[in-house]
Every structure is written in structure tokens, then in C-alpha cells.
């Protein structure tokens, strides 16, 4: 079935929605090499409703998504970028006022990827395993973090993204403006939220702590935050 935006239903043999069991998600880094592709997403456009719905993931995936990717590709066709990851492409432009271009669009890119596999339709809940122990020594309970993380998306003023990150070792939140993205400041991402308008207007409309509380609560893919963990 296609929508409005032209993105097709991910079925299953069978025919029926992949909506109830969590598929593996693809691992970085992304193949190199231009064209950089819109990556399938691993569930269903409706999956993640009521929290984020089809009609946000069809602008948010379908268009927003997908025009940093096809911009990216415009600005980078004919260049060395052309030949570099995803990854590679945002260490090199990240400190070069001249190419904010290229890493606005090459960061936008890997954030919105990242941020679909931070989420499950079978995520919330609470972490077990090392990351639950890692919470503990380093922010005392989940409550704790779980409080922290939505404090940070909640106060990003403007455009911008939360993340749970690992920096130097230690479990970290913290929030980027706008493109910007742990990856160009060496820390290891553990879990993105988008709290651009984008993400939450036609569900949430002005209500981002709303929108937050529900992703933290509902889709929040721990299984995914702990493979990002270096052993
Ligand atoms: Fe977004």
C-alpha cells in the first residue's frame, strides 16, 4: 500500500503489517559511497502510532529525511566527500565554516537514521542488562536519568536534538542545536530524540514534553542502546 508521500508498507510474507515483532536493525556505518541512500525503515510507517503517526512519519521519514539525503548527494556528487561514509563525510566538514553545508545535511542524515532505530514498536519500558548497571553507577536510578534525558529535550531552545551518549566512558545526556551531532564531538551515541517541530507538531502540536514523556514511555529501543555500547 502506498500513502500520500509514496512510501510503501513494509509487509510481511502473508501480508500482514510489521507492527508487532521488532526486526534487526541495520548496524553502522553505512555503506561508502555516493549516492548516501534513504535507509529502509525497520518497521512499518504506522508502527510507532499513536505516539508518532503515519501521517508525521510520511513528512518526517518521507520528506524531511529524505531531502537532507538527496541534498547531501547533490552537494557531494563529484567530490572526494563522494567516496567517504556518512561518518567520514561529518568528521571532515564539522569544523569547516566553508563546508556547513555538507555537514548540515551529511549530520541531519545520520540523526534522523539514528533516531529511527533509537525507537521500537515494542520499546519504553526500562533497560536491563549493562546499561541498566551503567544507569545505576552513573545516574544513581532510571527515574534519575529517565528525568534527566527528558529535561534535556524538553530545554533544547529551538531545533535540536537529546541524546544518551557515552563520553569518555561515562553515560552521559545531552542536547545538540539544530545539525549537530555527538559524533562530531567523539562521543558514542547511545539513543537520539528529534525535538525539532517537525517531529511532534502534527501529533503534539506545541506539547514536546508531551511527545517526549511518550517516546521515553513507549518506543524508546533499549536493546538498541546497549548494542551501542562498546563491549
Ligand atoms: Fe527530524
Redesign the pocket.
Known sequence: MSDHTGIREQRQPGGSTRKSKAPAKTVFPMKAGAPIALPELPYAMDALAPTISRETMGY?YGK?HKSYVDKLNGLIAKTPYAEMTLEKIIEATARDAAKIAIFNNAAQAWN?WFFWLSMSPNGGGKPGGRLARKIEEDFGDFESFANELKQAAVGQFGSGWAWVVLDKGKLKVTKTANADTPIAHGMTPLLAV?V?E??YYLDFQNRRADYVDAVIEHLLDWEFAQQNMPA
Request: charged residues 15%; hydrophobic residues 30%; glycine residues 0%.
Open positions: 518526517h524531511h534522523h528529534d525539532w517537525h517531529a
